[in-house]
């Protein structure tokens, strides 16, 4: 079992940046996939970015390759997510989540956290 906790979400005008954090229970965090995704109102939850276990690579939706910066710390069962140049558009619920095999699909994540707002105003 693993529990995963988000924090870092808010206000923020557009332009700027948040550092989102997702703390995970358990000894086993290094054996799963880590991603973020994200659910706007009215709108399915659709993936944002990925790290594998190791922390080697990274994987990115188009809107927010270039601007987002997943990363972990294996060390503090940690995933990050920094997220800089936000667009009102970024605003949505942003969810953490583990998955044992891929954690860029919805259908295969093993665990959820509870989310955390993001909103940007223009």
């Known amino acids: 079992q693993v529990q995963l906790v988000e924090s870092g979400g808010g206000l923020v005008q557009a332009g700027g940046s948040l550092r989102l954090s997702c703390a995970a229970s358990g000894r086993t965090f290094s054996s799963y996939n880590m991603g973020w995704f994200r659910q706007a109102p009215g709108k399915e939850r659709e993936f944002v970015a990925t790290?594998?276990?190791?922390?080697?690579?990274?994987y990115y939706a188009d809107s927010v390759k270039g601007r987002f910066t997943i990363s972990r710390d294996n060390a503090k069962n940690t995933v990050y997510l920094q997220m800089n140049s936000l667009k009102p558009e970024d605003t949505a619920v942003y969810y953490c989540?583990?998955?044992?095999?891929?954690?860029?699909?919805?259908?295969?994540?093993?665990?959820w956290g509870q989310g955390t707002q993001v909103t940007v105003s223009s």
């Open positions: 989540a583990a998955s044992i095999t891929t954690a860029q699909a919805v259908r295969l994540i093993d665990y």
């Open positions: 790290v594998l276990r190791s922390g080697s690579s990274t």
